[in-house]
């Protein structure tokens, strides 16, 4: 029975909300933990109270869980049970009541602009072949110029980057749709991976092999560049280009295009846009890595910060 019903309600949440693939697995994790932490009590979803809700929370901070992973849990939780009740499952929530452990609020990583270009400029020099680095260039190009989600950038339509777009389309989280500029080296880099890509692909075709809807292409199950094979592609550009990898990630690139916008005079609601946020608090985050660089620009250059 528990499984039945975990099983309806991922299969809900993916007609009903379009949740992302890495969020339907996210859940699957979660409530199969919860079940068989119920399982192994002699439990069962169908019967917990919330009182064992509870104890599996503080049995998740006994084993050392992350603040945000026990968060999400509750949250999974909160989601099945609510589902449960409204299908007429349960006549109650246990979980309604309950308050999680919240999320820790701390500053996003970012990069310096300097930092940055060594990136920019490793990506075009990195590569076997020049494909290779025709494509490592966009990749780079592409992520820093719209600030998208590395889920966004390798699995990019193909057909979203025809005819020399000034905007860029971007499917994001929960299927929303929206438009980012493309900067005027980003739209050099993609016309030169391109011409690149339609030249391999003819030679492809010609023997027989079908061609692909992604502008990044793989041989892979997903059929384009996974996110792990980028995330070790943009550690590989800091340390060529002699930035330290500890603080270089796909989300950093993402993180520096927001922080570096704001820092220049755009406003907050527009960046909240481009970055696909839906509620512009999460963004306003950004504000704050702004005022900790000014502190730290004070403290380094102000005369009266200086030990005497």
Request: glycine share 6%.
């Amino acid at each position: 029975m528990s499984r039945r019903w975990i099983a309806t309600f991922l299969e809900a949440q993916a007609a009903e909300l379009d949740a992302a693939h890495n969020t339907q697995l996210a859940y699957a994790r979660d409530l199969k933990d919860f079940d068989a932490w119920l399982g192994d009590r002699g439990l069962s979803l169908e019967a917990a109270t919330r009182a064992d809700v509870e104890a599996y929370l503080v049995d998740c901070d006994a084993q050392g869980l992350a603040r945000a992973t026990r968060a999400r849990r509750l949250s999974a939780i909160k989601q099945l049970y609510r589902f449960a009740f409204e299908e007429g499952w349960r006549a109650d929530n246990p979980a309604l009541q309950i308050k999680g452990p919240g999320r820790e609020k701390s500053l996003p990583k970012t990069l310096s602009l300097a930092e940055v270009d060594a990136l920019l400029k490793a990506a075009r020099a990195s590569g076997r072949t020049r494909a290779d680095r025709l494509r490592n260039a966009c990749l780079m190009e592409l992520l820093y110029a719209t600030g998208m989600r590395v889920s966004e950038l390798v699995s990019l339509p193909l057909a979203a980057a025809r005819g020399d777009p000034r905007m860029l389309l971007i499917r994001g989280k929960g299927g929303k749709e929206r438009m980012v500029p493309l900067s005027p080296p980003a739209r050099q880099a993609l016309a030169a991976w391109l011409a690149e890509r339609d030249r391999a692909e003819d030679l492809a075709r010609a023997k027989g092999r079908p061609p692909s809807r992604f502008l990044f292409a793989s041989r892979g199950a997903s059929g384009h560049l996974t996110r792990h094979r980028f995330y070790t592609l943009i550690k590989e550009f800091a340390v060529q280009g002699g930035v330290s990898p500890s603080k270089v990630s796909p989300h950093t690139l993402r993180h520096a295009f927001a922080t570096h916008l704001l820092a220049n005079g755009a406003d907050l609601r527009a960046i909240q846009t481009l970055l696909g946020h839906a509620d512009v608090s999460t963004t306003e985050i950004y504000t704050h890595v702004l005022d900790e660089r000014l502190k730290e620009l004070v403290l380094e250059h102000h005369p009266l910060s200086r030990p005497s």
